[in-house]
């Protein structure tokens, strides 16, 4: 392609680089927190499909455990009901530690995402108070 010999290259093109540059680092920025926070919200919503699969195991567990129980309670088997208790306390206690990683992972995952989503944000000149 030849350049039109009316135009003064020379005195345009920066000024158009000076305008292109901003776009492409802002557009680059864009993308940046796009693919921040996609793979945040993956990696959230992975580790919560584990923890769900998890907490229904413990679930099955826990009425398992508890049928065993009654039938311990009802044959009075004294020694059997302190041990099918103390499994149900550790499945219950499983549980809530399931529960907060589930908190834990989706709140690393906003965090992370707010703190990219200020990277792309425009930045604003406060003057100095006097």
Known sequence: MDRDPTVDYERIEPRLF???RPLGE???DWARFAFASTAARSR???EVLAARSELARLRAG???TQL???GAA???DADEIARLRERMRALEERARAVERSTHRAVGEAEKRIG???LAIQPTEIVPPER
């Open 44 to 46: 959230a919503s992975r």
């Open 62 to 64: 826990l009425r398992q």
């Open 26 to 28: 802002h557009v680059r």
């Open 115 to 117: 703190e990219e989503r």
């Open 74 to 76: 009802y044959r009075e």
């Open 18 to 20: 000076g305008v292109l």
């Open 68 to 70: 065993e129980l009654g």
